[in-house]
């Protein structure tokens, strides 16, 4: 991966909530999960003093809250095999490296916003169109704190506007940090 190693965690912890946001199952290989360097070897173990680095406890920690919100999100999970479950939001914005779906599960479940900024540079009031008005919630910022990141990120609740972007009726204004994928849910079902 380019970059310092900053970037090179950053960037690590974007492609896994990029898969973890994507339909299909989730697979990681013999130390992914706290980002081991070094290729697997049965010949010996895992390279755990690896724990000891604040970045690769701060992979481990993702790792376990994508797994902790695939399973507690409907909408990341009971549509992982049909169309039905995954919406493209923003698909073409190469210029600045964006990218956002919507995860939708059975009627009644809460959507999932995924935005990806898969870019150096963080967008600061970055609109995103979503299917309606409503509260959205933060639910993972692969840039918090704890996990190694810079912390620039949505706390609090998001109203959505009535103002048509993306080929949807509301959108919401959100702040995109660096080399970074946002998990945002509706508050209420769409």
């Given amino acids: 991966?380019?970059?310092?190693?900053?970037?090179?965690?950053?960037?690590?912890?974007?492609?896994?909530?990029?898969?973890?946001?994507?339909?299909?199952?989730?697979?990681?290989?013999?130390?992914?999960?706290?980002?081991?360097?070094?290729?697997?070897?049965?010949?010996?173990a895992l390279d755990w003093h690896l724990l000891e680095i604040g970045w690769h406890r701060g992979v481990q920690r993702l790792v376990a809250d994508l797994n902790r919100l695939y399973r507690e999100l409907p909408a990341l999970h009971v549509s992982d095999a049909s169309v039905d479950g995954f919406a493209l939001v923003e698909a073409d914005d190469a210029e600045h490296s964006v990218h956002a779906w919507l995860r939708l599960g059975r009627p009644g479940d809460a959507p999932i916003l995924v935005v990806a900024n898969l870019g150096p540079v963080p967008h600061e009031g970055w609109r995103i169109g979503v299917p309606g008005t409503?509260?959205?919630?933060?639910?993972?910022?692969?840039?918090?704190?704890?996990?190694?990141?810079?912390?620039?990120?949505?706390?609090?609740?998001?109203?959505?506007?009535?103002?048509?972007?993306?080929?949807?009726?509301?959108?919401?204004?959100?702040?995109?940090?660096?080399?970074?994928?946002?998990?945002?849910e509706a508050e209420d079902p769409l």
Avoid: I
């Fill in 1 to 44: 991966m380019p970059g310092d190693s900053r970037q090179k965690f950053a960037h690590l912890r974007a492609l896994l909530a990029f898969t973890w946001g994507h339909p299909g199952k989730k697979l990681l290989f013999m130390g992914q999960e706290f980002a081991q360097a070094d290729e697997w070897s049965e010949a010996h």
């Fill in 134 to 184: 409503g509260v959205w919630h933060e639910r993972l910022d692969t840039d918090a704190l704890v996990y190694g990141g810079s912390g620039l990120g949505n706390p609090g609740a998001l109203v959505a506007e009535p103002v048509p972007w993306h080929g949807r009726s509301c959108s919401l204004r959100l702040d995109l940090p660096p080399l970074s994928v946002l998990f945002l």
